[in-house]
């Protein structure tokens, strides 16, 4: 059974920075692109970057461009986001999922509990 377990999130201040992680398992990690999404309070769950298979490919939402970074490590089948430059509008619950866009066939029904990061003074 596909399983993600997203964690690392907190409170971070704004400018801070803050490192999730994701695990993976129940599938073979380093066949599929994986993702990042995330969630705020009354909106849709949006999506935040992708990575291709072994990392040479990252793409990111034009709100987190520059300051998040996508990464991953096939060996432990585990994914990461590194966000930097904090901002309130960065609060939300933050997901991993396998593909590169939403509506991509890899993703998976079967969603973490995702790990909540709030960014507030």
């Known amino acids: 059974q596909v399983q993600f377990v997203e964690s690392g999130g907190g409170l971070g201040q704004p400018g801070g920075s803050l490192r999730l992680s994701c695990v993976a398992s129940?599938?073979?990690?380093?066949?599929?692109?994986m993702s990042w999404y995330r969630q705020a309070p009354g909106k849709e769950r949006e999506l935040v970057a992708w990575?291709?298979?072994?990392?040479?490919?990252?793409e990111y939402d034009d709100s987190v461009l520059g300051r998040f970074t996508i990464s991953r490590d096939n060996a432990k089948n585990t994914l990461y986001l590194k966000m930097d430059m904090l901002k309130p509008e960065d609060t939300a619950v933050y997901y991993c999922?396998?593909?590169?866009?939403?509506?991509?066939?890899?993703?998976?029904?079967?969603w973490g509990q995702g790990t909540q990061v709030t960014v507030s003074s």
């Open positions: 999922n396998r593909g590169a866009a939403p509506s991509s066939i890899s993703v998976s029904s079967n």
């Open positions: 129940g599938f073979t990690f380093s066949e599929y692109f």
């Open positions: 990575i291709s298979l072994h990392g040479e490919t990252t």
